[in-house]
């Protein structure tokens, strides 16, 4: 729990005493003005302390458990409540009676006040705690829930990360495998991703123009396996300036499910094309991929798009908007966020 909160908590836990206090010693000192030392010492031993005992410890000892305990449990501490109220009016009734003091008011008439004073205090302290209480309890959980988002991301990432970086690496295996003079240039495309999620992925924000960077060393990657490729990839970018920031990996899942579903490899008529534009601080993200015959036939898109669209609602929430789906001859994925 932060630190202001726990001052808050603090504070309203005292707040009925305070007020209590200041009640009676306000009473106490009007007494003094207008009917003397005696009766005001005499208001102060009969209502101030025999009702702020009271108070006090059934604010120390009864009231949590009040809150707390089962039915039995309950019915136990309210009757140690009744007996705490029970005594400090005998108490009370007890000074009164030795009081000596001609003029002063009916015994009624005091049980009565102090029966008053007391009770105002008993419920002040009640709806202090019962308030302390669930105040507490929404905030853990609400720090129990900002945990478990916390956790899911984390999870999330470290399974999308290797998904993107395992596929890079089966790419670059089947390179090197049949000797081809194109797998070191590979292999030094791949070393600026690893670079990048090594040193730049652990923060929750980084360089929009970073996570474009990534992509185009991605798309660079996949240029290289064959000649035709390249030809048949775009990728336009727009509006970028250096104070724009993203959540790191994001984009980056898009453009893998791009080539993770494409049939560019495969057919000479496949493309792959991707735009990023941003304007008036709002990110618009596009991707458009022709598609094998195989990946039609499903419903899903794979582990790396699920979990982008998970992360998508638990980091921007409202602030995103996210078309994915069948165009045609053609999978698009429409992406619009807010930039924070």
Request: hydrophobic share 45%; glycine share 4%; charged share 20%.
């Amino acid at each position: 729990m932060a630190e202001k909160e726990e001052r808050a908590l603090r504070l309203l836990n005292s707040v009925p005493i305070v007020i209590m206090n200041f009640m009676f010693l306000v009473i106490i000192v009007a007494i003094h003005f207008n009917d003397g030392t005696e009766i005001a010492l005499n208001f102060a031993l009969q209502f101030y302390f025999t009702s702020i005992i009271v108070i006090v410890l059934y604010k120390k000892h009864i009231v949590r458990q009040l809150i707390l305990s089962a039915d039995k449990g309950k019915r136990k501490h309210f009757i140690l409540l009744i007996v705490l109220v029970a005594s400090g009016l005998l108490a009370s009734i007890v000074i009164d009676l030795l009081q000596l003091t001609l003029d002063k008011p009916p015994l009624v008439l005091n049980i009565l006040l102090w029966t008053t004073f007391t009770l105002i205090g008993l419920f002040m302290v009640s709806t202090s705690a019962y308030t302390h209480y669930y105040y507490g309890q929404k905030l853990n959980t609400v720090k129990a829930d900002a945990d478990k988002v916390k956790a899911e991301l984390d999870l999330l990432k470290s399974q999308i990360n290797p998904h993107f970086l395992f596929n890079t690496l089966n790419n670059i295996y089947g390179l090197v495998h049949m000797k081809d003079p194109r797998a070191p240039e590979m292999i030094s495309q791949l070393s600026k991703i690893l670079r990048y999620l090594l040193y730049d992925c652990g923060a929750a924000r980084v360089s929009l123009r970073k996570e474009k960077e990534l992509i185009e060393n991605y798309l660079q990657l996949q240029s290289m396996k064959s000649k035709s490729l390249a030809d048949r990839i775009d990728f336009y970018c727009d509006g970028l300036n250096d104070q724009q920031t993203i959540m790191p990996m994001l984009l980056i899942n898009f453009v893998e499910n791009c080539f993770k579903h494409s049939d560019i490899e495969t057919n000479e008529e496949g493309w792959v094309t991707i735009s990023l534009e941003v304007s008036d601080n709002e990110l618009h993200f596009t991707t458009r991929n022709t598609v094998k015959q195989e990946t039609k036939k499903k419903k899903d898109s794979g582990i790396g798009l699920s979990n982008t669209q998970k992360m998508l609602s638990a980091e921007y929430g409202e602030k995103h908007s996210l078309q994915a789906g069948m165009i045609d001859d053609f999978f698009e994925i429409d992406l619009k966020l807010e930039l924070v």
